[in-house]
């Protein structure tokens, strides 16, 4: 497009420490299903382009839905009477797409008919089940980024998501399950997920909360099962290392490069790397050829998460996780695929080697205070454990601790890794990212209870 590059040549002209160019046309669609009914089929179209500098880390930004006005924003993006810079030398790079079913190959019909057969077998598990509803949401993004490297970099992305809610009534006590299947894929995600299984495990777990009547509270050892995701290590962790907040003085990571601040088992992995995880990409927001990153290495902290500003405030590279939302939005650094790694241990002998406690097989919403650690999610599913057995289900339990202690406490990591997929909100932005845990264990933590 002659309008960016005419635009990047002018603000190579100026005296920025770095600048971008962010164009993005996106595809968006919605179809839910409620109680056998279309309720809800919407498509939508978006296009744009941000364009961003920087001097003396201050940022210079504006967008525009007009391809005519790029290069006229591009020029009044600050004042300057600088041309020192030599010409640009672009270097074009068309990142591979590896989407292997388009949205466009399937037909709306037929995604209507997969959805609607789905709801009918969720139905017919119990007839406790009173409510269904599922939504398929599909994104098809077309990025093209230029930077001051000279690189310009042409991605199209893709995003394919199914939501199952499901409400469960028994005398008056309704209980639900929830669960978000979602990747940087096309149809092919349905290929590699059962979907039918999943939804019958959602539906399990509601039922069963229905006859669930028991608490437990206190202090305990607790094993969180690798089908909990990794939520915990997203919030109580994962935004703490963000490297933006750790130069804003709201992380309490901060000034730990190279320090020990968790057991010698925990390796903690940041990868957007990975095929068909809803965080992944091949380049960064920015324009950064996304790489796998090591964020703490048996128990050292190695690396905080970077984007390009943040590197070079702390005179290191960028990570490649500047991320933004759309073209409106400048880029800020923000998790992808966050993960602890498997250690050896099997998750069944962990369970019989813990005498007391409780099984977390999977957890719900929560809240971290970053600057402190402390953390609260709540246990969406849980089993008391006792003498090495799972036992009974407990109802309407919290796990409450702080990040960097529970880093120090886990015991036992074992060989299995369970993803979780979502939308992660920062600064009135939202991003597709994904989390994962293998199963572990902490000897002790506070369980308290709704």
């Known amino acids: 497009m002659k309008e960016l590059i005419k635009a990047a040549e002018i603000l190579n002209s100026y005296d920025f420490d770095l600048w971008d160019i962010f164009y993005e046309m996106s595809e968006n669609s919605v179809i839910s299903i409620e109680n056998q009914k279309v309720e809800q089929f919407t498509t939508g179209f978006d296009c744009g382009t941000g364009i961003r500098g920087v001097k003396d880390y201050n940022i210079y930004y504006n967008f525009t839905t007009e391809k005519d006005k790029i290069a006229e924003i591009a020029k009044n993006l600050i004042k300057s009477d600088n041309d020192k810079k030599e010409n640009l030398l672009i270097k074009k790079i068309k990142a591979k797409n590896k989407i292997k079913v388009p949205h466009k190959y399937i037909k709306s019909k037929k995604k209507i008919e997969m959805l609607k057969d789905l709801d009918c077998f969720i139905r017919k598990i119990d007839s406790k089940i009173k409510q269904v509803k599922l939504v398929l949401s599909e994104k098809a993004q077309h990025v093209k980024i230029i930077n001051d490297t000279g690189s310009f970099i042409e ?19 309704i209980e639900t399950g929830y669960s978000v299947i979602s990747g940087s894929a096309g149809y092919e995600l349905f290929e590699e997920t059962d979907i039918k299984k999943e939804a019958k495990r959602v539906a399990e777990s509601a039922l069963k909360l229905l006859d669930i009547d028991k608490k437990i509270t206190g202090l305990m050892t607790a094993v969180i099962s690798a089908e909990a995701g990794g939520t915990m290590i997203h919030e109580a962790v994962g935004h703490s290392l963000e490297a933006d907040l750790v130069q804003k003085e709201v992380s309490v990571f901060k000034g730990k490069i190279g320090e020990k601040i968790a057991n010698d088992i925990i390796t903690v992995i940041e990868d957007p790397t990975i095929p068909l995880k809803r965080g992944s990409y091949n380049y960064d927001d920015e324009g950064v050829k996304s790489k796998k990153n090591i964020l703490i290495e048996n128990g050292i902290l190695k690396s905080y998460i970077h984007s390009r500003i943040t590197a070079k ?9 500047g991320r933004r939302e759309s073209f409106r939005h400048v880029p800020i650094p923000r998790m992808s695929n966050i993960y602890i790694a498997p250690g050896k241990g099997k998750a069944e002998d962990l369970i019989k080697d813990t005498k007391k406690g409780i099984f977390i097989k999977k957890m719900g919403g929560g809240q971290v205070n970053t600057v402190t650690g402390d953390f609260i999610f709540e246990i969406k599913e849980g089993f008391a454990i006792e003498n090495g057995k799972i036992t009974y289900p407990v109802r309407d339990a919290t796990l409450l601790g702080n990040g960097p202690e529970i880093l120090k406490r886990i015991d036992a990591v074992c060989d299995d890794l369970g993803f979780e997929s979502g939308t992660c909100g920062k600064d009135g932005q939202g991003i597709p990212v994904s989390d994962a845990q293998p199963t572990i264990r902490v000897p002790e933590i506070l369980i308290g209870s709704k």
């Open 155 to 173: 991605e199209n992305r893709t995003y394919t998501s199914l939501i199952i809610f499901i409400v469960a009534f028994k005398n008056s006590k």
């Open 313 to 321: 405030r702390d005179g290191v590279l960028s990570t490649g996780n």
